[in-house]
């Protein structure tokens, strides 16, 4: 499958969570938000190339297969404690999922990210960056 392909695919399977908006790439200028106006919950699956590790290409370094990629979303809204719910629904959904048969998604230890303020935005939003990984 090409990367396109499994981008897709991961965007197909993180919009089957109920509780958390999901968008391809880009977020809209004023997402849904509780009357407060704070956000709530969104995903953001960010577009991936993949890489062919050396060791998946032949003698003529042409890749056969052996793509590695890396599923990054981006888990957000107005409340930190709405994100921290939000980022185990993602994981739930993502983490051990057999994306094709013999290559499953499995959580890229990131080093203990923390949720973060996004100030840029009003009102503020918290996020955390995540990264999964499949090798096909």
Do not use: C, K
């Amino acid at each position: 499958m090409t990367p396109a392909g499994l981008h897709t695919t991961t965007l197909d399977r993180l919009r089957g969570l109920s509780t958390v908006n999901v968008y391809d790439s880009t977020v809209p200028g004023s997402p849904p938000a509780d009357t407060d106006g704070r956000v709530f919950p969104y995903a953001v699956l960010w577009p991936v190339p993949g890489n062919t590790p050396d060791a998946a290409r032949n003698l003529e370094a042409d890749p056969q297969g052996g793509l590695t990629w890396d599923a990054r979303v981006t888990v957000a809204s107005g409340d930190p404690t709405w994100t921290l719910q939000a980022i185990q629904l993602v994981r739930g959904r993502l983490e051990g999922w057999r994306v094709l048969p013999g290559s499953v998604l499995g959580e890229v230890d990131t080093g203990g990210v923390t949720v973060q303020a996004d100030t840029d935005t009003t009102p503020t939003r918290w996020f955390v960056p995540l990264q999964f990984r499949t090798h096909t």
